[in-house]
């Protein structure tokens, strides 16, 4: 099982980036997924979480600013940055729990995806 991420790249700051989080293979499908950011000399800290149910969370540093979602087929997880702020610069990462069967799903971790925002 797979998590392929894109979207990031470098950004003004006051700009915008969509992450995306796709699950290698027709058959996977994603539940919980969280996205995660590391940034230089910092631990990796949770910036968006969404369960299988699709209730989201946020800390107070992204909350207003970022939204996490799924696509309809489930298979995708989406990060949405907006008025990006040079502290938001980290690789960022995502981890879902991707279904591969019917009774079985994996923990399982993206590639990680650098965001630079300048000032």
């Known amino acids: 099982v797979q998590l392929q991420a894109s979207g990031g790249g470098l950004v003004q700051a006051g700009g915008s980036l969509r992450l995306s989080c796709a699950a290698a293979?027709?058959?996977?499908?994603?539940?919980?997924a969280a996205w995660y950011r590391r940034a230089p000399g910092q631990q990796r800290e949770p910036v968006a979480v969404?369960?299988?149910?699709?209730?989201?969370n946020y800390p107070d540093s992204v909350k207003g600013r970022f939204t996490i979602s799924r696509s309809s087929t489930k298979n995708t997880v989406y990060l949405q940055m907006n008025s990006l702020k040079p502290e938001d610069t980290a690789v960022y990462y995502c981890n879902a729990d991707v279904a591969v069967s019917t009774f079985q799903a994996l923990n399982t971790w993206g590639q990680g995806t650098e965001v630079t925002v300048s000032s």
């Open positions: 969404i369960t299988s149910g699709g209730t989201t």
């Open positions: 293979g027709s058959n996977f499908s994603i539940g919980n």
